[in-house]
């Protein structure tokens, strides 16, 4: 039987970085995984998601060219060559691993799902270690509605043989979104049934209600407050039952996707074999990401978490560094920055000003609706949304929340404000590009007509500068 210092299960973001962490401290590591390698983001979740949204919006501006000049010929979608491109992507930036061997990483594929304590089985082959890294990532929640045999998943939308005349999403969170403002600029007709009063439950409700009507102005249809109760076929593909804000529907659609979140499972590396315990959407682990078990650590969608790449990378590392050295550094997530790629885009960073008070901090908001600016104008672009919350003591950016065609770029720029620590007035100070989404962010740092921003958040005016 093979034997290693430390075994991680899991060739995704955390994984990997786990593996490779573990190999440059000079322990004996194998990675296992049941292929293709790369985890979700890569193979199943933001490259081809991202190459996806991008064909859109080419769809889209190729549409939309006349207004800006250019008189294109007929514009046709090639879905086929979209799917084509998706897959080039893929694998292009999926790991080999032959790569990781290089690096003295036992790479092992197949199955792992632990037999004992210090063994993992990877399709009958035993590895046996003196520590574990479960880095085995997340799957699709299912909703428990009659008929759910007929839903697809995320993971499915991506890769679709035909492209869909109509597509309804089941759930309003940050998947939903992003695909559905690809598959409405690809020229799908897009219904989305959210359960909440509003779309993105874990955004605040006025750049999430931005969002919703700029997609709205797109083409997608919304239904809110609406609970899908049956599922059947239908000539046309999936009829819906529904509850709508008390009122009982039904609709047809070609596909139907369930958007609902993803959770990890612990049937997939036999947790319930080896009494690890489980939490929210995880396993339940300590600040230093260790399990139940003392010599198993979790890492990434495992860990339950927060399901971001950055974030799986990051704990992947301190996962590797406290299963070998012993719990020394602590998995540190504050300032994390997160892109949801819609269609424009939202950047979140930091607190909202509701979490504020539990940190100690009386909160200052400023809101700024950019419509008007030149930057917006010239380029034909979506106005930019920028919500900014302020420590009133400090006037330091401690959270931002952003709707931009730019935001991915913003709010990087918002986490650096916020990890620095640097007064709002001297980010304001700071000469700007004209025009460009840039100088509005620094524009709304800078104090309102009446100084900083009124305190309650539900008081006071959007400003806007244009």
């Known amino acids: ?21 573990a190999a440059e401290l000079g322990a004996r590591v194998a990675l296992a995984d049941r292929g293709p390698l790369g985890g979700l983001c890569i193979n199943r979740g933001c490259i081809p998601k991202k190459a996806l949204v991008t064909a859109g919006r080419v769809h889209r501006m190729v549409r939309e060219a006349a207004s800006f000049g250019t008189v294109p010929g007929s514009v046709q979608l090639d879905w086929d060559a979209v799917q084509r491109r998706q897959r080039e992507v893929v694998e292009t930036l999926r790991p080999a691993a032959g790569d990781l061997e290089k690096r003295g990483i036992r790479v092992a594929l197949g199955t792992a799902r ?24 997340s799957e699709p929640v299912i909703p428990g509605i009659p008929g759910r045999e007929r839903l697809i998943t995320s993971d499915q939308l991506l890769f679709l043989p035909s492209f869909p005349a109509s597509l309804t999403f089941i759930g309003g969170g940050p998947v939903a979104m992003e695909l559905a403002g690809a598959y409405t600029d690809l020229g799908s007709r897009v219904t989305v049934l959210a359960r909440d009063a509003e779309i993105l439950p874990g955004v605040d409700p006025d750049v999430a209600r931005t969002l919703r009507k700029r997609m709205e102005a797109r083409g997608v249809t919304f239904r809110l407050q609406t609970t899908v109760t049956r599922l059947a ?5 999936v009829r819906m039952e529904f509850d709508s804000a008390g009122m009982a529907n039904r609709m047809t659609s070609t596909q139907v996707c369930a958007a609902v979140g993803r959770r990890f499972h612990p049937r997939t590396v036999g947790a319930g074999r080896i009494g690890l315990e489980l939490g929210r959407l995880g396993l339940r682990t300590t600040p230093y990401l260790a399990t139940s078990v003392p010599h ?27 299963a070998l050295r012993g719990d020394v550094e602590r998995a540190d997530e504050a300032v994390i920055p997160q892109v949801l790629f819609t269609t424009p885009e939202v ?83 700071q000469l700007s590009v004209h025009p460009s989404h840039g100088e509005r962010l620094l524009r709304a740092f800078g104090p309102g007509p ?8 539900g008081v006071g005016v959007v400003e806007s500068r244009p």
């Open 1 to 21: 039987m093979d034997r290693f210092d430390l075994v991680v299960i899991g060739a995704g973001a955390a994984g990997i970085t786990a593996a490779k962490t």
């Open 114 to 137: 632990f037999s004992d304590p210090h063994i993992v089985e990877v399709d009958g082959t035993p590895l046996a270690a003196e520590r574990f890294v479960i880095a085995a990532g």
């Open 233 to 237: 076929a239908d000539p046309a593909g």
């Open 296 to 322: 198993i650590y979790a890492a990434g969608d495992a860990a339950g978490n927060r399901q971001l790449t950055p974030v799986a990378a990051h704990e992947g590392r301190i996962a590797a560094i406290n």
């Open 347 to 429: 950047g979140i960073v930091g607190l909202s000003y509701a979490e504020a008070p539990a940190h100690g901090i009386q909160a200052a908001v400023g809101r700024h609706d950019a419509r008007g600016a030149s930057n917006s104008v010239a380029s034909g672009e979506e106005a930019d949304y920028f919500k900014l919350v302020f420590d009133q003591d400090t006037q330091r950016l401690i959270g931002a929340q952003i709707v931009s065609p730019a935001a991915a770029e913003l709010i990087q720029l918002c986490a650096l404000a916020v990890r620095s620590r640097v007064p709002a007035g001297l980010v304001a100070g």
């Open 450 to 457: 009446h100084g900083m921003a009124q305190s309650p958040e």
